[in-house]
C-alpha cells in the first residue's frame, strides 16, 4: 500500500482515540492490517532484481506520495489546534502509520543489508495482498474516503 492510506489512518487513529499511549500503537498495527487489504503498490524488490535499481519512475511516485501523505498527516493534526499536544499527538499518528516502510527504506535506498532491515522487509512482504493496479487503487481510495470521512466528518 502506498504511504497516503496508511498516514491518514494513523492520523485518524490518534485523532479518535486521543491516549498516546494507546493511539500510536494502533496507528503503527493498523500499517499491518492495511497491508492486508487488496492493494497495488511499486514493487521494489522486484525493480531492483530486474534493473539493479529502483527505476525513476518509481522514485518518483514515491517521492509524490511521501509528499502528499506529510501534507495530509499535518492537515487532520491542524484540525486539533491550538490544542498543540493533540497536534503532536495527531502528527505522530501518521508517521507511526507509516514507519514500517520508513523503517525500510535504508535497506532499499541505501542498500543497508542487515540482519534486522531484511527480517522486516521479508516479514512486510509475507503480508502484501498484491492485486493489479486499477482494483489496488480503487481498495485504496476507499480506505483513504472512509479514514477521511471518520476523522474530519464528525
Do not use: Y
Not at 11 to 21: D, F, L, M, S, Y
Not at 71 to 82: C, E, K, Q, R, V
Request: glycine share 6%; proline share 6%; hydrophobic share 55%.
Amino acid at each position: 500500500m502506498i504511504e497516503l492510506p496508511h498516514a491518514v489512518v494513523g492520523a485518524a487513529i490518534a485523532a479518535k482515540v486521543g491516549n498516546p499511549a494507546l493511539s500510536l500503537p494502533l496507528a503503527l498495527a493498523s500499517h499491518f492490517v492495511l497491508d492486508l487489504v487488496p492493494h497495488w503498490n511499486p514493487h521494489l524488490n522486484r525493480e531492483i532484481s530486474e534493473h539493479g535499481k529502483i527505476t525513476t519512475r518509481t522514485r518518483t511516485i514515491i517521492a509524490l506520495d511521501v509528499l502528499v501523505s506529510l501534507g495530509a498527516g499535518f492537515f487532520i493534526a491542524s484540525t486539533a489546534l491550538p490544542d498543540t499536544a493533540r497536534f503532536i499527538t495527531i502528527a505522530f499518528g501518521a508517521f507511526f502509520g507509516v514507519l514500517p516502510d520508513v523503517a525500510e527504506a535504508p535497506f532499499f535506498f541505501l542498500k543497508s543489508k542487515n540482519k534486522w532491515l531484511e527480517r522486516l522487509v521479508k516479514f512486510q512482504s509475507s503480508l502484501q495482498f498484491n492485486v493489479p493496479l486499477i482494483p489496488g487503487v480503487i481498495s485504496q481510495l476507499l480506505v483513504l474516503v472512509a479514514a477521511l470521512w471518520w476523522v474530519l466528518g464528525t
